[in-house]
C-alpha cells in the first residue's frame, strides 16, 4: 500500500497525541519529585547501613567488605561489594516514568526499593521514618519546590501493600509509590516450585510475598519496555494514544497497561519496514480486530516470565468480544477517513497552516532524564514522525522533474552540437552540495586548455549547462537565444558569465578560467 494514503492519519495522530502529552510544567514536577525522592533514599540507605555497622548487627557484612578491600584494590570492584551488603541495595524507576508514558493528568509515579532480604513491616517502618527526615532536610524543602514547603511531603506506610506512599502537597498533586522487594522472594518461590525444602524461616512481620512479585515483575517489565518498544519507530506515541482511548471508552480498560504495551511492540514490531504514526495505529487495530485476544485467538505472550504466560489471562470472555467488535468498527471509521472519531476529536482542515520556521520540534522520546541509579543507552536521533512536513520537499521533487522533462529538447541539441563539434569530451563532477533532497551538482569539461564549469539539479542537467556555455563562448547558436529575446538585450560578456535556460535558475559557477578545477568541497550533505 502506498505510504502517502496514511499521511491524513498521521496528521490526527500526531494532533491527538500533543494533545495527550504532559506540559513542560508537568514533567518537571515528576522529574523533581522522582529525582529528589531518589536522592532521599540513597541518603537513608547510608544512615541504615552505618546504624548497622554501629551497633554490631552485620559483623559478617564487615569482615566480607575487610576481605574484599585486600583482594581488590579497585574503587569500583569495593563499591560493587559494598552494594552487595547493604539493606537497600538500589531504587529504580519503574511504570509511567520509566516507559516515558506519562499523558496529561497522569498522577501517580512508581519506584521500587531493592532490599538485600525479604523485606519486612519494621524495615519499611525505619525506611518511612527516615525517608521524611531526608526530604525534610534536603534541598528540595530549601528551595521549597515540589517537595518542600515547610511541612513537607505526606508520607504513609502502607504495611499491607508492601508500599511507602509520598504525596505531594504542591500541585499538581503527585502520588509517588515506593515498592519495596527483594530478589529472594522470586528466588525461593522458584525453589518451592521446583520441589526443594527452604531451611530458612521467615521473619512474621514479611511483607506480603505477592505484592513483592509484582514489584519484581514490573521491573522487568520496564527493562524490557526500555529494550524493546522504546527505539521502535511510532511505537511509545502509539502507546500513549490508546492509553489515552482505554481511559475514554471504557470497553478498552481491560487492556490498559502492560498487555496494550505488549500488543502494541508486537504489532508494529514485526511490520518490514518502520511506519508512521497513523500506519502503526491502524496496524494495532488490525491485529485486534482479527481476533488475538478471543478466546480461541493466540493470546499475549508475556516476555518477561519464564512460564509460558497469557498478558491478557485476566480477561473473561464477553470483554474479549467487545474489545475485538469495538476494534473491528475502529479499523471501518479509519478505512473510511473518520480516524477522527476514534480518537475523540474534531477533524482537521485538509489544509494545515505552516509552521514557523524558528519553532523547534518537541522530542517526544524522552519525557524526563533518566536516574543514574537506572541509565539507559542513550537512543539516536527519533525519525520524523509527522509525515506533513516531508510532503513540501517532494513537491519540489516533483516541480524539479517536470522543468528536467520541459528542458532537454533545447539543450540537449546543444549537448549534441559539442559532441559532433568536439569528439570525445570527459565530462567531471567537481562537487555536490546542498542537501539530500535537493542536491545541486557541479559539472565541468576541458577544451583546448579552458575549463568551463556549470550547476544543475542533476548531473544529466548540470553537462547541458556545460554544453550551453561552451557554444556560447565559441559564439555557436546553442537554440535557446529565441527563448531569451523577449527579456531584453544581453552582451556576449554577460551571456557568457550567466548562461541563459529554460529550466529555474539553475547555479552557474560565473567564472571560466584556463586553471585547473577547483577541488571538490568538503561539506557534507546536509540531511534535511
Known sequence: RPMRIFVNDDRHVMAKHSAVYPTQEELEAVQNMVSHTERALKAVSDWIDEQEKVSGEQPETESMETAAEEESKEGGDQKATEQLTRTLRGVMRVGLVAKGLLLKGDLDLELVLLCKDKPTAKLLEKVADNLGVQ??????????????????PHIIQSVGDAAIVIKNTKEPPLTLTIHLTSPVVRE????????????????PDVLDRQKCLAALASLRHAKWFQARANGLKSCVIVIRVLRDLCTRVPTWAP??????????????GTANRPMGAGEALRRVLECLASGIVMPDGSGIYDPCEKEATDAIGHLDRQQREDITQSAQHALRLAAFGQLHKVLGMDPLPSKMPKKPKNENPVDYTVQIPPSTTYAVTPMKRPMEEDGEEKSPSKKKKKIQKKEEKLEPPQAMNALMKLNQLKPGLQYKLVSQTGPVHAPIFTMSVEIDGSTFEASGPSKKTAKLHVAVKVLQDMGLPTGVEGKDSGKGDESAEETETKPVVVAPPPVVET??????????????????
Open 188 to 203: 525461593e518461590l522458584e525453589k518451592q516450585l521446583a520441589g526443594e525444602t527452604l531451611s530458612v524461616t521467615d521473619s
Open 255 to 268: 487492556l490498559r497497561g502492560w498487555p496494550l504495551e505488549l500488543l502494541c511492540e508486537k504489532s508494529i
Open 511 to 528: 567564472v571560466s578560467t584556463p586553471t585547473a578545477a577547483s577541488p571538490p568541497s568538503d561539506q557534507t550533505p546536509e540531511v534535511g
Open 135 to 152: 526530604l525534610a532536610v534536603s534541598g528540595a524543602a530549601r528551595r521549597g519546590d515540589s517537595l518542600g514547603d515547610g511541612s513537607g
